[in-house]
């Protein structure tokens, strides 16, 4: 699959935004999918992650409870929805997929995914 990310924006604390992942190709139900991000300065870390099912999803510790990560498997689109954002949380957001069988456990780590979108910016002000 390709992935196309989109939904970043310049927000202040506290506003809510909704990014999105498109991805094209015929066999997007059959991957895992996460989202992961880099701020200025920062390494690129794990956001959240959702199975090929959608049955299972993981967040860092530091978005658990403002983030939330599905699946729509009809329109080929992962979502993340951020609530109560925070200056931290300011970096390129990137989309990620790797495709994997019905049992593998939640992957949370950038090795284990092979395909990468082009990464959209999100900017809390304070």
């Known amino acids: 699959v390709q992935l196309q990310a989109s939904g970043g924006g310049v927000v202040r604390h506290g506003d809510s935004l909704k990014l999105s992942c498109a991805a094209s190709g015929r066999t997007f139900d059959r991957h895992a999918l996460a989202w992961f991000r880099q701020g200025p300065g920062k390494e690129r870390e794990f956001v959240a992650a959702?199975?090929?099912?959608?049955?299972?999803?993981k967040y860092s510790d530091s978005v658990k409870g403002r983030f939330t990560i599905s699946r729509d498997n009809a329109k080929k689109t992962v979502y993340l929805q951020m609530n109560s954002l925070k200056p931290e949380d300011t970096g390129v957001y990137y989309c990620a997929a790797r495709e994997t069988i019905l049992t593998m456990p939640i992957l949370d780590d950038a090795t284990d995914y092979f395909r990468w979108g082009q990464g959209t910016l999100v900017t809390v002000s304070s």
């Open positions: 959702i199975t090929r099912s959608g049955g299972t999803t």
